[in-house]
């Protein structure tokens, strides 16, 4: 039995393996691992690339927001408003440097944050808003920084999983303060390890990054405040400049991907397809579907259904089982189940199908027919 998974990473590197290789030779040869001219060419491209005039590499896109939260003077006392429907790193981050997260529910149609929520949790020790463009699909902007600008609060864009999508016309990560990117493996631009970068049109604001990210020093042991240490490898930053001259065709051959599965999974009863907001431009890092509940057994419908696909060797995968706000870790925050009610329903219906540039028009319907064969 052929297995279809949710991302094929081997493929990918396939393509483009004679580019690859001579790249990360190239840095293996040179003796020169950490920084030097492929690393600042990198951040260079990205800056380019999203349209702001600065970009910092870092070592992951966790770090990144740590660091535009640090950088913006975000701590103790201080509230950030996100969604509870994201990877865990978006609210971590927060209280990693010492703020509080305040939750916000989600739409039900996008997984985005409501935005229409946002202002009743403003209190007055909100100092930023992050928005995650989650899946690939961008948060409306447009209402976002208004929003912000009435109450003078900070927007870090969390764009770990829309590296290429745009609000407006314009890519994200240059529309807030600051944007954060992740460079891991299954994101749209992955490379073969880990890695992060930051957007921003602020000077002042790229410069403390770039002393918060170095141990705190300006000046080579010389250290003015608490700092970490926060790296793009050198090997990853020369696959990152092949992969970046790719970005453009896999986003738009995952936007077929996302097109067909529409047009194949349109008569199937039971599930929800993902729709694309008005002024967004979506790049499907996830191709994710609603299974709505019929079961009155523990197990959910989704579950049942992703168990039935992996039998028949398809990969699902659930993005995210538990909303933050339920997760041990943020207990001391004193959310009850039923503060999200929009984010604990999607919790249980999500399934996320596989999505990945090459993947093949068989493949999708191997998908579309196990899919349709569950609910016939
Ligand atoms: C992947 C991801 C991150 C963290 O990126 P890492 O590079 O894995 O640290 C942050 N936010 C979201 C929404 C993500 O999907």
Redo the contacts with the bound molecule.
Sequence with gaps: MNTIPPVDLVRQYKNISDEIDRAVLEVVRSGRYIGGAIVSDFEEQLAEYVGTSHCISCN???DA?YLALRALNIGAGDEVITTPF??I??AETISLAGAKPVFVDIERNTFNMDISAIEAAITPQTKAIIP?H?FGQPVNMARLMDIAQKHNLYVIE?C??STGAKWGGNIVGNIGHVGCF?F?PT?NLGTCG?G?AITTNDPAIAQTIRVIKEHGSAQRYYHDVVGINSRLDSIQAAILRVKLSYLEQWNEQRREVARRYHQLLASIPNIQLPQETNGGDHVWNQYTILVKNQSSQEKTTRDDLREKLQEKGIISMIYYPIPLHLQKVYQNLGYKNGAFPIAEQAAEEVLSLPMFPDISVEEQEQVAYALGDYFS
């Design positions: 992951s896109g966790t927001l994201t990877f790193a978006t995650v989650l969390d770990a999983q992740s891991f994101k880990d992060g």
